[in-house]
């Protein structure tokens, strides 16, 4: 029996990166998955390549701009109409920007706080009612260590990282209150060798790019994408059934600093 066996999950962003290890790992541990992307391409991608592993009907896919409201409800319906039920949200679609208080451009700001924190609000407001008549479940946003440590050039991300682990403590609490079978954590990487460090790649070339990442972090190297996916996998689990609220650090040791 897998860790998940039976589990529905929802993953955004799931089209590369973490989002798509954590679909690999909870169809993996027995879960059946719906991928979504702004990428629906890219998304009905891993989906395909999922059920060529662990056969037909293990994974959907839906094309989702996570910042539209109106489609949340559509791919949420469908997701659970597709899976037979819906127990695990993974909030992973995200953005960052480079940029201090005097760079940034406001819109951009507004863009990540719309597409890294509004989708997680209106993923949550409209995923708890279907969840709920499923028994125990699970929603999982990924903040980011950014989230913890602020740095002077990382004004939108650091603002929308932050609101991502505070707003998943109330969500905790009001399910605690509301019914008590619906849990909500946040997760925090450090960097992970995912897409999102193509910039820094091309810029310092990719040896040098984790070198010089990996020196920031006390155990010396950039993670990858698995080491985020089995902290999902965690707590998608009944495994962690007492645990919500709780702010999860996949850090290499650096909050310890
Ligand atoms: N990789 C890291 O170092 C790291 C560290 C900390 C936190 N994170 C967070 O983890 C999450 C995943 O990051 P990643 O490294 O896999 O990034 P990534 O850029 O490789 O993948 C992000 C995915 O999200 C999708 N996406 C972007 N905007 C979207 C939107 N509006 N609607 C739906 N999908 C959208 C992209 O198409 C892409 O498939 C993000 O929330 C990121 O902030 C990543």
Known sequence: MGRVA?????????????GEATARMLAREGAKVTVTDIN?????QVAASINEAHGAGTAFAFQHDVTDGARW?????????AMGGLNVLVNNAGIGSLGSVEDENFDMFRRVQAVDVDSIF????????????????????????????ASGNYIAYNTAKAAVR?????????????GGQIRCNSVHPV?????????TKEMFGEEEA?????RQIPLGKVGEPDDIAYAVLYLASDESK??????LKVDGGISAM
């Open 6 to 18: 039976g589990k529905k999950a929802l993953i955004t962003g799931g089209a590369q990166g973490l």
């Open 40 to 44: 629906g391409a890219g998304a009905e």
């Open 73 to 81: 409800q559509e791919v949420l319906q469908a997701a659970h109409d």
């Open 122 to 149: 209106l993923g949550c407001k409209y995923a708890i009612p279907l969840m709920r008549a499923h028994g125990l479940g699970s929603i999982i946003n990924i903040s980011s260590i950014a989230g913890i440590i």
């Open 166 to 178: 505070h707003m998943s403590k109330s969500i905790a609490l009001h399910c605690a209150k509301t």
């Open 191 to 199: 960097f992970i060798n995912t897409p999102i460090l193509d910039r």
């Open 210 to 214: 984790l070198a010089k990442l990996g």
């Open 242 to 247: 007492l645990v919500t609220g709780i702010e």
